[in-house]
């Protein structure tokens, strides 16, 4: 574990690192409590949150929310290519928001469940670093230093509690691990690996992200973050360490 600390040490900018075994073991970390621009990490607590609201009786998982042309962002995603009109059902939007960051169907799903909804339940969750603060694409508040934030912690303890079933409830908790299994961008945790991973990337301009849940014989969380960064470089690092972290757990 040296290792990986040391090589992270090494980065250019700001990186975090959690790494939990799931069936009991030491947690590794660095810099795990440092607040980072979350970029579309931030769609796995708005996920949690909708989910929270379904089992809740507050939302419909087959309502149907039309698409707009104010609703349409750039991709990340689908749904700006689609016609105007379609209608789409609230699972159908939170699918889209994780399996390929949907970053149209993400801020319908904002809409939809509220910022305070979804920060109430990170501070619930004991998730203390992770904010929503505004929409995506949200330039006036961008320009103003306005940024969701993430740390590493945070987004590794709300794997785990997926993981034991304690978000929201246990058939919640397993829907939601689907759909992050079902993730379609696989270009970083899951490179060189040969089993599942439920994750949620993250990426823009200095930034790289991935965190999720590595299947491996013995499962683990893994969260590895970074802004200011050289993201060919860290993504590179970051299929290594997974692939060192998955062999280490077989």
Do not use: W
Request: charged letters at 25%; glycine letters at 6%; one cysteine or more.
């Amino acid at each position: 574990m040296q290792s990986i600390i040391s090589r992270l040490r090494d980065m250019e900018g700001d990186v975090s690192f959690y790494y939990k075994p799931l069936a009991g073991g030491e947690a590794a970390e660095f810099n795990a409590d440092m607040p980072l621009v979350a970029a579309s990490v931030i769609k796995l607590p708005v996920m949690i949150e909708a989910f929270r609201q379904i089992e809740a009786g507050l939302l419909d998982p087959n309502a149907e929310y039309e698409l707009l042309p104010a609703h349409k962002l750039p991709p990340c995603g689908v749904l700006t290519f689609l016609h105007d009109g379609l209608r789409v059902t609230l699972m159908d939007l939170i699918t889209l928001m994780i399996i390929v960051s949907d970053n149209t169907a993400t801020n319908m799903v904002i809409d939809i469940v509220g910022m305070d909804g979804v920060n109430q339940t990170l501070r619930a969750c004991g998730a203390t670093g992770t904010v929503l603060r505004r929409r995506l694409f949200d330039s006036e508040a961008s320009r103003r230093g306005v940024q969701n934030t993430i740390t590493a912690r945070d987004i590794g303890l709300l794997l785990e509690k997926l993981y034991a079933g304690a978000l929201v409830s246990p058939a919640a908790s397993r829907r939601m691990l689907d759909i992050l299994a079902a993730q379609q961008l696989n270009g970083k945790l899951p490179f060189f690996l040969d089993c599942e991973v439920a994750h949620k990337t993250g990426e823009d301009d200095g930034i790289t992200h991935d965190a999720g849940i590595v299947y491996a014989p013995k499962p683990f969380a893994l969260c590895l973050f970074s802004n200011r960064t050289d993201v060919p470089r860290f993504e590179r690092l970051m299929q290594d360490i997974a692939r060192e972290l998955y062999e280490a757990n077989r």
